[in-house]
């Protein structure tokens, strides 16, 4: 059983492989491969799970061990790879979303004559995510933690023809960059400290190390999980990575990439529990993050990028989740799961408008889609309800325990969390109705395009809407299955183990608060978007919405800051470099030269002269010799 | 009269000898200036075998005239062959020191 | 020459006599070696200086290094010198101008202090008492250092000889001009003087005219100036040309004017004997 484990990463890895080396004669069948390759690689990981669930509960770890990769002295690196419950979740939910992407893609890049391709991106995607959180080592996944960002930026610069994307895809690269420095130096301080790289001993020693060194080693995974689930301040390339297809928006915010900051805190949750600092810092990020993410969402007239400042927020509920320790570990993952579902069946809805409105993104463009695309309607009616945390659906269940964790912090601190994941909860009501209501209601605001082709509303072909089917169930029903009985606490918590917290406020206020807050919310959209006609270019706004329409600076301020100062202290210190440096290693070449060149002229190669120099030292040394014998 | 005056009549000698060979430019006289000085040094071996009642210093002074026989005739070949490929005598066109 | 045994301490009036006459005829040949222009004079000065050296080490007591020192030195290597001297160039005489810059004032300088440094030594020396030869010469001088040489010194005897051969052998190698190829005959030569251009048929022969018939007068071209072809170069270079251009036309004029005298007075004369 254990063997499969590699076949799991194996499977997608092959199709990369196979898709990206086999050239033009695999052009017609490559998708089809790669789709079902990465169905393989989801059924494996369905009889694993059908494995686990057969042991008993403490039991359910499995390891296997493939080779020793860097075995060097002291320093020992193996390739192995550990599958437990939270590898399990993350495995199922890669490959299973990752699998309908797969399919759904064939519908959408039916006329990208470079569909080969896509699909080897896509499965090289799928393994690096499936190798990061297999790898029973830190240096394992530090190796699927950059082909995550690699394959990110290969598919986010797919369309490299447009400059725009080609730009997106090397700011999320470089953004990404950042925090992978985090998790290298985080990593090299474990090695300091325990002496190893693998999960079980560190994890299991954690509480050993000083605080300061936990805390430090937490803060720079902190900084990891930032760069890769955009969470501020590392979040600038979230909204620009959607210049790529939307099938990868669908992959990077649902089941891959984004999701790898929250298993990162979550899977060294034994080193955030010993650090309390580093705990307070991850619940800062978090909760700015959920705020940050909504207001952009808000103000936003692509529907993908009110999509994506969406997925910033609700990986600002993970972050904070998870940053609250074992009280949100479990809330954390299961909110990752349903919001695999329902944001990836809400981009694929996206994806479905837009293919049908001629590649059109702005909202104010759409309007009354709901008779023309019936299927995409519902399904991502679905999404919505899910997201906004409508009770009953999986957004309701996971959200709300997130909310409830935040106020059990406890003191001033709960308070706060607490207030931001409910404002934040309004919020996401608010912005997700406006998308909606936008799109879907209200009168048909569509205009030819430039060239003068009027877009014909028309529902996306099936390879396309059963992938959205499919998720919507998924988006309706997840939360619900996962806590009858609290099934998914109990599946998680033997890895990430559980602490009840004690909420100030009762389980049922702040459900009745959520309610509230979203009955709010969705009231103030609909009565700012679904009573009133809705212009068409938007109006100018008061200053925080031009303010979150260019995300709220987020590129000024790292213009400003980083660019900027990184161009004065290069300038600095080039200047530095030419006057100081160069002054001194300048100053000893010329002086050196110059002494040199008075001291040739004693060299100038006449004999005579070689001998005047001989007959004086001889006199020189006389007269030593007789002052020495004098003294 | 003190025999040390023999001395400094050596050194008087040597010194000549020494100006010469940093002055003259023609390589024979140089040489002949050498020998000067080898003459002189000869005659301090001399004076100092007086002084001690041996005969060590004129021993000495015995082998320096041979080394110098021997000296001036690879000396001499030496100069002759320069002559010929150079034409000159002049240590100062010999200038393959400098570069 | 004193032979006296030197004695001990001071010397006797006569060698004190001997030496600041001859010391002053070293001096002034070694300054005459450093300081007259043409080598030969610097090579004559040096022998006399050695000479004179002689004299002195048989003051000495040193009998057998006096005998050598005339005669391997001034003898040998002297006269040694003085063929190398004329193998490269009597006449090369040396400019005494100073070509590198400050030269000569380094060298004085150096001379100068070396020279008090080195008399301050000795006189510093306490060196006051001279045991003499007269106890290490008595079984004659050659016999003492005969013994010491063969004894004391034997290993540095054969070294030195050894040193005198290889001298010997590489005096001959570095004045051997080995011959790559055959000797040029005269065909060749011929050929290769036609090749260079110059002079083809033999030289014009010196001091015609019979009246100047030796060889350090130049032939004269028919416009009454010195053909420089006709002299030997050697000559030529030494300056010991006669010029007889000027000196001929003189003569021819003086001889006319004497003919035109004498063919006048013989008129005269015929007028007289006429009238006797």
Known sequence: MENLIGLLVAAPLLGAGLLLCGGPRLDRAGHWIGTLLAAVSFALGAVLFADLLGRGREDRTLTSHLFSWVPVGGFRADVGFQLDQLSMTFVLLITGVGTLIHLYSVGYMEHDERRRRFFGYLNLFLAAMLLLVLADNYLLLYVGWEGVGLASYLLIGFWQHKPSAATAAKKAFLVNRVGDMGLSIAIMLMFTTFGTFAFGPVLAHATDAGEGRLTAIGLMLLLAACGKSAQVPLQSWLGDAMEGPTPVSALIHAATMVTAGVYLITRSGAIFNAAPDAQTAVVTVGAVTLLFGAIVGCAKDDIKKALAGSTMSQIGYMILAAGLGPVGYVFAIMHLVTHGFFKAGLFLGAGSVMHGMNDEVDMRRYGGLRTYMPVTFVTFGLGYLAIIGFPGLSGFFSKDKIIEAAFAKGGTEGWILGGAALLGAAITAYYMTRVMVLTFFGEKRWQPDAEGNAPHPHESPRTMTIPMVVLAFGSVFAGGLFSINDTFLKWLEPVTGHAEGNSPVSALTVTIGTMVVLVLGVALAWAQYGRRPVPVTAPRGNLLTRAARRDLLQDDFNHVVLVRGGEHLTRSLVYADHTLVDGVVNGTAASVGGLSGRMRRLQNGYARSYAVSMFGGAAVLIAATLLMRAV | ?99 | MSTTVAAAGMTSTGEAVQFWLLGTVAVVGALSTVLMRKAVHSALSLAGTMIVLAVFYLANGAYFLGVVQVVVYTGAIMMLFLFVVMLVGVTAADSLKETIRGQRWLAGLCALGFGILLIAGIANASLKDFTGLGQANSGGNVQGLAALIFTKYVFAFEITGALLITAAVGAMVLTHRERTERAPGQRERSQARVRAGEQLPPLPAPGVYARHNAVDVPGLLPDGTPAELTVNPTLRARGQIRDVSGEALQELAALEQRSAEWVEGGRTEGAKEARK
Do not use: W
């Not at chain 2, 002055?23 to 080898?38: G, P, Q």
């Open chain 2, 1 to 99: 009269m003190n025999p040390v005056n023999y001395l400094y009549l050596a050194a008087l000698l040597f010194t000549i000898g020494a100006a010469g060979v940093l002055i003259r430019r023609n390589a024979i006289v140089i040489f002949m200036c050498v020998e000067l000085m080898l003459n002189a040094c000869n005659l301090a071996f001399v004076t100092f075998a007086r002084l001690h009642g041996n005969l060590d210093g004129q021993i000495i002074a015995f082998f320096t005239m041979v080394v110098a026989a021997a000296e001036v005739v690879i000396g001499l070949a030496i100069i002759v062959s320069i002559f010929r490929s150079r034409h000159s005598a002049s240590v100062d066109d010999a200038g393959l020191l400098k570069l």
